[in-house]
């Protein structure tokens, strides 16, 4: 409202820690940085007074190599697991002379897409703590 800080989201930091909303600058009321080594980064002295905005977008690292870990919560690694030979038993069904063994494929292929689909959809939402998005914070008024 009527701030002397000009663009402060090149001056602020936040984070969330259980229930606990941290927001942090590193300029002064004046709109003057912090000088010292100490006081670098400190609560904001600032009035807030119509609500604070936080947007934040999240998008996973891309895997590049076999030994990187995919950037997915851990709970949907082996979901994850069944998705890859899902798409590997349908390949070689695909490329296979013999068509018993294109059969045997098929199944297997679609055993690990029922787990995929089971796992994904069914009990996905309820193991997920790591969706990206807008996030919305109701913070009581102490007045």
């Known amino acids: 409202m ?7 989201e090149n001056s602020c930091v936040w984070f969330i820690e259980g229930d606990n909303f941290v927001l942090l600058t590193n300029v002064n009321s004046s709109g003057n940085l912090n000088t010292t080594e100490r006081k670098n980064w400190k609560a904001i002295q600032e ?15 891309a895997v590049s190599s076999i030994n990187d870990v995919p950037d997915i919560d851990n709970s949907l690694h082996l979901a994850l697991v069944d998705y890859v030979k899902k798409c590997l038993y349908m390949d070689k069904a695909g ?16 055993v690990h897409r029922q787990k995929w689909d089971e796992e994904v959809k ?8 790591k969706v990206g998005g807008a996030r919305m914070m109701n913070v ?4």
């Open 2 to 8: 009527a701030s002397n800080i000009q663009y402060p």
């Open 47 to 61: 009035s807030v007074t119509d609500g604070i905005l936080i947007k934040y977008y999240s998008e996973p690292e």
């Open 95 to 110: 490329t296979a002379l013999d068509p018993n063994q294109s059969m045997v494929s098929s199944n297997a292929s679609m």
């Open 122 to 129: 069914r009990f996905g939402m309820k193991k997920r703590d």
């Open 140 to 143: 009581p008024d102490f007045r």
